[in-house]
């Protein structure tokens, strides 16, 4: 009798827990199916897989009012032809007269390099993250290097070298943006990516690969450079201007390459981290492979414009900046 009471509570023991275990897993499932839920309709309106992404619009009027994600980015075979407005200011860069002309430059480009829309793979389920690393001296002894190369895409800009510096500026590079002038060798897993201020460049880019004759433009050039062909790209002259129109607002000449490869990186990535832009902390711009001090005034670029721009973005949680500590 004492036994089977004694069983009886055991047993009575026994429910009331596991009822409170499955009280508590129902209880944490409907939680789990709660958050779940939530997530997916926050990721329902979002454009990208990642917690934030770039091509958000409705979180910022003054992103979205200049922001245009229908601007041709890269030139090919279909999209050559300039409209009026881009031609005509385009070609005011160009140092030469009779320059030659675009159309008829641009329909030789194809034959020998890729054709196609590189970027048009963005939607739910992609999280692309970039880093867009500048040359900026802000780098030295920063120890950003494996950060860096965690990213996707690791973007750099005209000359920065890796060999010696990798610790700071890591050893990755997918993207390097560059023109005929300031041209250097690329690994062969690297997208050598053209940004042409005038049809020379151009031209220069079809002889490094074909007939090396291009040795000079305004200054001496490399007739050749070591790339893979089929990683070509060139930016096209509607995105140069748009981004002059858009994000410098007309200041400047024309915009510099670091800016010009900012806002390339918002159209093709999700998430954007920048490194190297900016000067040191005590106020110095210089490369940090060279010891030439820069101005930021100097030159044909509104380069405080450029800045003020660059620090909205981050205000507006587009980008994120990485100063470095010196
Ligand atoms: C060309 O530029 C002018 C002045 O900036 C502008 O009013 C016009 O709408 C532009 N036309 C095209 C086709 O972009
Ligand atoms: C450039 O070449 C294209 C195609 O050959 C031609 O239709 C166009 O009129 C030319 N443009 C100029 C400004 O000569
Ligand atoms: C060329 O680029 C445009 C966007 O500017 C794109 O719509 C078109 O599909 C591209 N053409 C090719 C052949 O990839
Ligand atoms: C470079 O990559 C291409 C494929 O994109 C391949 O065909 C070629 O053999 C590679 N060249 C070298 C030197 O590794
Ligand atoms: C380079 O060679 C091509 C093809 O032979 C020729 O059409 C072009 O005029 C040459 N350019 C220079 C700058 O010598
Ligand atoms: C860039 O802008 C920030 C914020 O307005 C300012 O503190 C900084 O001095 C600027 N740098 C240059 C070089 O203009």
Not at 77 to 104: D, I, K, M, P
Not at 183 to 194: C, F, M, P, R, Y
Request: glycine fraction near 6%.
């Amino acid at each position: 009798m004492v036994a089977s009471l004694q069983k009886s509570r055991h047993y009575m023991t026994a429910l009331l827990s596991s009822t409170i275990i499955l009280l508590l897993l129902y209880l944490q499932n409907s939680l789990l199916v709660f958050t779940y839920r939530s997530y997916g309709s926050v990721s329902e309106r979002s454009t990208c897989a990642c917690s934030i992404c770039v091509a958000d619009r409705e979180n910022s009027n003054w992103f979205s009012e200049r922001y245009n994600p229908d601007i041709p980015i890269l030139l090919n075979s279909t999209n050559s032809v300039l409209n009026a407005n881009v031609s005509r200011w385009w070609e005011e860069l160009q140092y030469s007269q009779n320059a030659g002309n675009f159309t008829e430059v641009a329909n030789q480009l194809f034959p020998l390099f890729p054709n196609k829309e590189h970027y048009s793979d963005a939607g739910p389920d992609r999280c692309r993250t970039c880093a867009v690393v500048g040359n900026s001296g802000n780098l030295l002894g920063s120890r950003y290097g494996p950060l860096i190369d965690y990213h996707d895409f690791v973007m750099r800009i005209n000359k920065g070298p890796i060999e010696g510096y990798e610790k700071d500026v890591g050893s990755k590079t997918t993207h390097r943006i560059m023109y005929p002038e300031s041209a250097i060798d690329l690994d062969n897993s690297t997208h050598l990516v053209l940004l042409p201020f005038k049809i020379l460049d151009m031209q220069w880019l079809i002889s490094a690969f074909t007939t090396e004759n291009i040795t000079e433009t305004y200054m001496k050039v490399p007739s050749t450079v070591n790339a893979n062909k089929d990683k070509v790209m060139i930016i096209h002259p509607e995105f140069i201007r748009y981004v002059y129109d858009n994000w410098a607002e007309g200041h400047g000449r024309y915009p510099s390459t670091g800016f010009l490869t900012l806002i390339f990186a918002l159209h093709i990535c999700d998430e954007v981290n920048v490194f190297g832009f900016g000067a040191t902390s005590d106020g110095f711009w210089h490369h940090y492979f060279e010891e030439i001090f820069t101005s930021y005034e100097y030159g044909v670029h509104g380069g405080k414009f450029e800045n003020e721009t660059i620090i909205r973005l981050q205000q507006e949680n587009k980008i994120l900046i990485h100063r470095g500590w010196r």
